[in-house]
């Protein structure tokens, strides 16, 4: 095995080669070190990356195995923290002045169950301002012009980059999505409360879901076993209940084949022409795989519903940041916090009961259809870095706390990525991701080349 190539394994092949002791993870690790070092200075993907502190985690890992210790799934593989995720032996910064130098006491859930996994914390990506709009100093890795989308904008580049192949971000609008979107990986926002988000910068309780980028299914699946559960200090974690065998789900393959309904939702005249005319292209080639199903003209309603009840929580959950430190935040940031402070209790409730019954509505499309297929971004990553993009056409799915897959299927004829987002019931999850598996093979797009 190639040395200098290591660093393209994905996260399942890295896995089991250190599992056989055909590579170290110290190897795996200095291979993805060297990526850093090559790329890097353009993509900028890192907030925190102490090499050393790496390589010796890597090191130890090593040293249980030729102890003979059980091995966890992601024994010895190398994983991207976003930097709103606390861990406890590197800063956590938010992607913000106020809080420089923040080193959390200890590891957030999501972190903990990562390194009971075996996975090595490579160090923290990028985020925009306090996870919001704001965008911060990462750059596409496929065209440094253009935006890696927000707000997990280095986990995305991250992986999308070979750095490592695995990374958690959190997406509380449209913060996973997109950026994996723009810069060519899967990224995966699982059902609103699978994923425990102690330990995590608080934006919203309603709104607020963790995910994971990477560069196959079979990534997305072996790092949702291991996430996923019930969490005491999450009140909105699903109940104790037994772990949901993802990897095993995912690659059984669909009984029958899937039944995708193409939502174009009510913001379709707001998508790229090339984008119209790619899934136009797409929906063709599955032929009576997928039915064109029209959402109401009332879910447009859906977006300013989501606004209320994000920027209302953003204004509370960032109280001491605006009254401390408004001077230091971003014009955007700002604009928003001031906004939420003007939201009345009676506008904010009305928007919560919204919700239930448009999960409702949606549990009913699932009666017919595996999945949804619709657009995760107007178009491909907009030129410029004074912006993330919109975030719209992930805003449905995050209000309702369905689970969506971005997926590398498609590319734009300015050679950048165009992604397809996949939605599937609350709840549904490991079913999502066997459709996805069925709908890369159709496209025969299971293992994009990346950059």
Same mark, same amino acid.
């Given at each position: 095995?190639? *040395?200098?190539?290591?660093?393209?394994?994905?996260?399942?092949?890295?896995a089991?080669?250190?599992?056989?002791?055909?590579?170290?993870?110290?190897e795996?690790?200095?291979?993805?070190?060297?990526?850093?070092?090559?790329?890097?200075?353009?993509?900028?993907?890192?907030a925190?990356?102490d090499?050393?502190?790496?390589?010796?985690?890597?090191r130890?890992?090593?040293?249980?195995?030729?102890?003979?210790?059980?091995?966890g799934?992601l024994?010895?593989?190398?994983?991207?923290?976003?930097?709103?995720?606390? =861990?406890?032996?590197?800063?956590?910064?938010?992607?913000?002045?106020?809080?420089?130098?923040r080193?959390?006491?200890?590891?957030?859930?999501?972190?903990?169950?990562?390194?009971?996994?075996?996975?090595?914390?490579?160090?923290?990506t990028v985020?925009?301002?306090?996870?919001?709009?704001?965008?911060?100093?990462?750059?596409?890795?496929?065209?440094?012009?253009?935006?890696?989308?927000?707000?997990?904008?280095?986990?995305a580049?991250?992986?999308?980059?070979?750095?490592?192949?695995?990374?958690?971000?959190?997406?509380?609008?449209?913060?996973v999505?997109?950026?994996?979107?723009?810069?060519?990986?899967?990224g995966?926002k699982?059902?609103?409360?699978?994923i425990?988000?102690?330990?995590?910068?608080r934006?919203?309780?309603?709104?607020?879901?963790?995910?994971?980028?990477?560069r =196959?299914?079979?990534?997305?699946?072996l790092a949702?076993?291991?996430?996923?559960?019930y969490?005491e200090?999450?009140?909105?974690?699903m *109940?104790?209940?037994?772990?949901?065998?993802?990897?095993?789900?995912?690659?059984?393959?669909?009984?029958?084949?899937?039944?995708?309904?193409?939502?174009?939702?009510?913001?379709?005249?707001?998508?790229?022409?090339?984008?119209?005319e790619?899934?136009?292209?797409?929906?063709?080639?599955?032929?009576?795989?997928?039915?064109?199903?029209?959402?109401?003209?009332?879910?447009?309603?859906?977006?300013?519903?989501?606004?209320?009840?994000?920027?209302?929580?953003?204004?509370?959950?960032?109280?001491?940041?605006?009254?401390?430190?408004r001077?230091?935040l971003?014009?955007?940031?700002?604009?928003?916090?001031?906004?939420?402070?003007r939201?009345?209790?009676?506008?904010?409730?009305?928007?919560?009961?919204?919700?239930?019954?448009?999960?409702?509505?949606?549990?009913?499309?699932?009666?017919?259809?595996?999945?949804?297929?619709?657009?995760?971004?107007?178009?491909?990553?907009?030129?410029?870095?004074?912006?993330?993009?919109?975030?719209?056409?992930?805003?449905?799915?995050?209000?309702?706390?369905?689970?969506?897959?971005?997926?590398?299927l498609?590319?734009?004829?300015?050679?950048?990525?165009?992604?397809?987002?996949?939605?599937?019931?609350?709840g549904?999850?490991?079913?999502?991701?066997?459709?996805a598996?069925?709908?890369?093979?159709?496209?025969?797009?299971?293992?994009?080349?990346?950059?």
């Amino acid at each position: 095995m190639d *040395p200098s190539r290591l660093n393209w394994l994905s996260a399942a092949d890295a896995a089991r080669a250190i599992r056989d002791g055909a590579v170290s993870s110290a190897e795996l690790v200095e291979a993805c070190l060297a990526r850093v070092r090559e790329v890097d200075g353009d993509v900028q993907a890192w907030a925190f990356l102490d090499p050393e502190h790496a390589l010796s985690q890597a090191r130890a890992l090593d040293e249980r195995r030729k102890e003979g210790a059980s091995l966890g799934p992601l024994h010895g593989v190398p994983v991207g923290v976003k930097d709103i995720i606390d =861990t406890s032996d590197m800063p956590t910064e938010d992607g913000t002045v106020l809080h420089a130098g923040r080193t959390p006491a200890e590891d957030a859930t999501i972190v903990a169950r990562l390194r009971a996994a075996g996975a090595v914390i490579m160090g923290k990506t990028v985020t925009t301002e306090l996870a919001t709009y704001h965008p911060g100093k990462t750059r596409n890795p496929h065209n440094p012009e253009h935006t890696p989308g927000g707000s997990s904008s280095g986990s995305a580049a991250a992986v999308a980059a070979r750095m490592v192949p695995l990374a958690l971000g959190s997406q509380t609008n449209g913060s996973v999505i997109r950026p994996a979107a723009f810069c060519g990986v899967y990224g995966f926002k699982p059902t609103h409360g699978f994923i425990p988000r102690h330990g995590v910068l608080r934006q919203s309780r309603t709104l607020d879901q963790l995910g994971v980028f990477a560069r =196959t299914i079979e990534d997305v699946a072996l790092a949702c076993e291991q996430l996923v559960g019930y969490d005491e200090r999450d009140p909105d974690t699903m *109940p104790p209940r037994a772990r949901i065998p993802f990897v095993q789900i995912t690659t059984d393959g669909p009984p029958l084949p899937p039944l995708l309904a193409f939502v174009k939702t009510p913001i379709w005249d707001q998508t790229e022409p090339e984008t119209r005319e790619a899934f136009g292209e797409l929906v063709a080639h599955l032929d009576d795989r997928v039915e064109e199903f029209a959402l109401p003209d009332s879910t447009r309603d859906a977006l300013e519903w989501h606004r209320t009840i994000m920027e209302a929580d953003i204004a509370a959950s960032y109280v001491v940041e605006y009254e401390k430190g408004r001077d230091k935040l971003s014009d955007s940031l700002r604009a928003q916090l001031e906004r939420g402070r003007r939201i009345t209790a009676l506008e904010y409730q009305t928007a919560l009961a919204r919700i239930p019954r448009l999960i409702e509505g949606f549990a009913r499309l699932f009666e017919r259809y595996d999945a949804i297929l619709t657009p995760a971004a107007a178009g491909t990553a907009p030129r410029g870095l004074e912006s993330t993009g919109s975030p719209m056409f992930c805003t449905l799915w995050t209000l309702a706390g369905m689970p969506a897959l971005s997926m590398p299927l498609m590319q734009g004829a300015n050679g950048l990525p165009l992604g397809v987002q996949l939605v599937g019931a609350r709840g549904n999850d490991a079913r999502l991701l066997r459709t996805a598996r069925w709908l890369a093979a159709q496209t025969q797009a299971e293992a994009p080349d990346g950059v």
